[in-house]
């Protein structure tokens, strides 16, 4: 089975703050993404990427930033974390056109 | 605007009873049409997929879909819910087909089950 894992399950940041989201794939997947979760919105779409050092904004990227130096690895990045970034994000990878998630990071920020 | 509609926010089933999850899509042609699950504190996983070809689709854990293009939906049908079955139901779209994983997502419907 793919596996998708998200290092951090829960987090609880302070405004301004940097804050690091790691996501690794296990089945040599070239497309990554990262989705938010808020209740009543369903899942947006932040930044997704096709190939390593590659990255393109999704719906939702202001005050987000991505990394992928490896092919395994995409990383979610805020630099200066606020209030209205509490939130679930949600990595995911794909093969054959479908989706496997993580199990998502809830991050808190206060 | 692609969009995905789920009238339902939330559904109370009794234990033993039917189930259908409404979605309503708004795209020009035939998207690829999900149905993924959440159980609480999980990641979404997935129930079933239409990309093509006959338009009742069985997935996982007895639930199946069906297509119908005249109406833009892609409703989600279990015959007899079981307690395990709580959890919230996400339909998805994907417009862009050689771009997998970049879904669009509807509300999600949460689904409480009574015993």
């Known amino acids: 089975d793919v596996k998708v894992t998200q290092s951090s399950r829960y987090l609880v940041k302070r405004t301004g703050e940097k804050v690091f989201l790691e996501c690794v794939q296990d089945?040599?997947?070239?497309?990554m993404f990262w989705y938010r979760q808020d209740p009543g919105l369903g899942l947006r779409l932040i930044y997704f990427?096709?190939?390593?050092?590659?990255?393109e904004k999704g719906d939702i990227p202001e005050g987000y930033s991505v990394s992928r130096e490896k092919k395994e690895r995409f990383s979610l990045i805020l630099e200066s974390a606020s209030t209205n970034q509490t939130s679930m994000y949600l990595c995911?990878?794909?093969?054959?056109?479908?989706?496997?998630f993580g199990a998502g990071s809830r991050l808190t920020v206060l | 605007a692609q969009s995905v509609t789920q009238p339902d926010i939330h559904i109370t089933v009794s234990e033993g009873a039917s189930l259908e999850l409404r979605c309503n899509y708004s795209y020009g042609a035939t998207p690829y049409l999900f149905w993924y699950v959440q159980s609480p504190g999980q990641g979404l996983q997935l129930l079933l997929k239409y990309f093509s070809g006959d338009t009742l689709v069985q997935g996982i854990k007895g639930f199946e879909a069906e297509f119908k293009r005249s109406q833009s939906s892609f409703n989600l049908r279990k015959p007899s819910v079981h307690w395990s079955d709580a959890a919230e139901y996400f339909c998805a779209v994907d417009v862009i087909y050689n771009q997998g994983g970049k879904l669009i997502f509807g509300q999600g419907t949460e689904l409480s089950v009574k015993p």
């Open positions: 990427s096709y190939d390593v050092k590659m990255k």
């Open positions: 089945m040599d997947h070239e497309n």
């Open positions: 995911a990878s794909t093969g054959a056109n479908v989706l496997t």
